[in-house]
C-alpha cells in the first residue's frame, strides 16, 4: 500500500465525500489537460504516436487515482 500512496498521492489525503469529490476532479483534470495538449501534438505525423501511447498510460493512471480514491472514500483500502 507504501507504494500506492506515493504513485497516487490525490486518492489519500482524506476519506470525507469532500475529498473524494476534489480527488475526482483533480484527477479529472489532469486527464483533460493532458488530453488536450497531447491532442494538438498528435498532429505531428512522428510524434502523434508517442502523444497516443502517452495519452494511454495517463488515461489509465487517472483511472487508477480515481478507483484508489473511491476506495479509499468507502474504506476499502487497509490502511
Known amino acids: 500500500m507504501d507504494k500506492a500512496k506515493k ?4 486518492s489519500f489525503r482524506g476519506a470525507s465525500l469532500k475529498d473524494m469529490v476534489i480527488g475526482i ?3 479529472m483534470a489532469i ?7 497531447l ?7 512522428l510524434v502523434g504516436a ?12 487517472t483511472l487508477g487515482g480515481i478507483v484508489f480514491t ?3 472514500y468507502v474504506g476499502g483500502l487497509s490502511k
Do not use: D, E, K, R
Open 70 to 72: 473511491v476506495l479509499n
Open 7 to 10: 504513485i497516487f498521492p490525490l
Open 50 to 61: 508517442v502523444c497516443t501511447l502517452v495519452a494511454w498510460v495517463i488515461s489509465f493512471y
Open 31 to 37: 486527464n483533460v489537460v493532458a488530453g488536450w495538449v
Open 39 to 45: 491532442g494538438l501534438l498528435s498532429g505531428i505525423p
Open 25 to 27: 476532479l483533480l484527477y
